[in-house]
């Protein structure tokens, strides 16, 4: 038992789009802040976007905004990432994750498997 499954990924052309989700068990979903988190081969982990746990309240990091829609569905225990107009260095394994603030900044306790998005001609 995980505690979220991602889904929703796969091979897409630039300008393509794509739609993920995140399935949530063994926990409380609706009082989670949640993150999107992508990780390309051979880099660290990039936080992509995130959503408070009411889902009213949404960022994104500069490389994404005005492509990427975060939205959630709590009584689906659901979260999601609308993706549009993608570009071959949006490659990379999304990362469904909470986030949780600390002194030291965020904190992401719990993650999916990921799901691969590729990108390419």
């Known amino acids: 038992e995980v505690p979220l499954v991602e889904s929703g990924g796969g091979l897409v052309q630039p300008g393509g789009s794509l739609r993920l989700s995140c399935v949530a068990s063994?926990?409380?979903?609706?009082?989670?802040?949640m993150s999107w988190v992508r990780q390309a081969p051979g880099k660290g982990p990039e936080w992509v976007s995130g959503?408070?746990?009411?889902?009213?309240?949404?960022t994104y990091a500069d490389s994404v905004k005005g492509r990427f829609t975060i939205s959630r569905d709590n009584a689906k225990n659901t979260l999601y990432l609308q993706m549009i107009s993608l570009k071959p260095e949006d490659t990379a394994v999304y990362y469904c994750?909470?986030?949780?603030?600390?002194?030291?900044?965020?904190?992401?306790?719990?993650w999916g498997q990921g799901t691969q998005v590729t990108v390419s001609s």
């Open positions: 994750v909470t986030s949780r603030a600390t002194d030291n900044g965020l904190q992401y306790d719990y």
């Open positions: 063994g926990f409380t979903f609706g009082i989670y802040d």
């Open positions: 959503i408070n746990s009411g889902g009213g309240n949404t």
